[in-house]
């Protein structure tokens, strides 16, 4: 099946550093979500963005929608322990979401 | 507000078996997407259910199939289990789903193990 390419794959950071990562498509999406899962548990949303040029922050976490609309990126800013996990992005359209391969977060104390 | 739920949360089943797993999506919300997710591949979509309708459909064979009662609730079922089939099964709901793609909210999973 169809994936997105997010990068990067995985991240090993120190504790306060900003992260960012993206996501690109040869498709247009309409909608574009950002997901964080934790092991064994499901994806939570973080960020959904609807509209090209978009630029949308949640606490810490700072999103836009490309002005293409086949790509996104997500910015973490001043990061901490419990921002470890996998974030996945995810492109909307046509009754269903197609998501990224996830990039991988650690955070060195 | 109760979140998504999904039942089981864990299944192991021998090959050759058939499963069924459960979805009760969020009060109000009408669309219920079903997912698969392996190492491998990632998070493949599966079906996705609006009013009781199959809007859309992923790439997988005929022995996974799935239906929504009419309270949205939704069910899939696997077939003739094979070892590939083990995965973490994904639910999620969103209140239109579909061309509005409206924020989509997943459950915890059912881990299906076949041995």
């Known amino acids: 099946g169809q994936q997105l390419n997010q990068s990067p794959q995985s991240m090993f950071i120190q504790e306060g550093e900003d992260v960012s990562m993206n996501c690109t498509s040869s498709s247009i999406f309409n909608t574009w979500l950002w997901y964080k899962q934790d092991p064994g548990e499901g994806p939570v949303l973080l960020i959904a963005?609807?509209?090209?040029?978009e630029l949308t922050s949640n606490g810490r976490l700072t999103a836009q929608f490309g002005i293409t609309r086949k790509d996104s990126f997500l910015n973490i800013s001043a990061s901490i322990p419990s921002d470890v996990g996998i974030y996945f992005c995810a492109g909307g359209g046509g009754n269903k979401l197609t998501f990224g391969t996830g990039t991988q977060l650690k955070v060195e104390l | 507000k109760a979140g998504v739920t999904q039942t089981p949360r864990y299944l192991i089943k021998t090959r050759g078996q058939q499963v069924t797993l459960s979805c009760s999506p969020i009060s109000g919300h009408r669309s219920v997407s079903w997912y698969q997710q392996t190492p491998g591949q990632g998070l493949q979509f599966l079906f996705e259910y609006f009013s009781e309708t199959q809007r859309n459909k992923g790439n997988f064979p005929g022995r996974f199939s799935g239906r929504q009662f009419s309270n949205s609730r939704s069910e899939m079922n696997v077939s003739t289990l094979e070892l590939g089939d083990s995965a973490l099964y994904l639910c999620?709901?969103?209140?239109?789903?579909?061309?509005?793609?409206?924020?989509?909210?997943f459950g915890q999973g059912t881990r299906l193990t076949v041995v």
């Open positions: 999620a709901s969103s209140l239109e789903g579909g061309l509005l793609n409206t924020e989509a909210f």
């Open positions: 963005l609807y509209k090209a040029g």
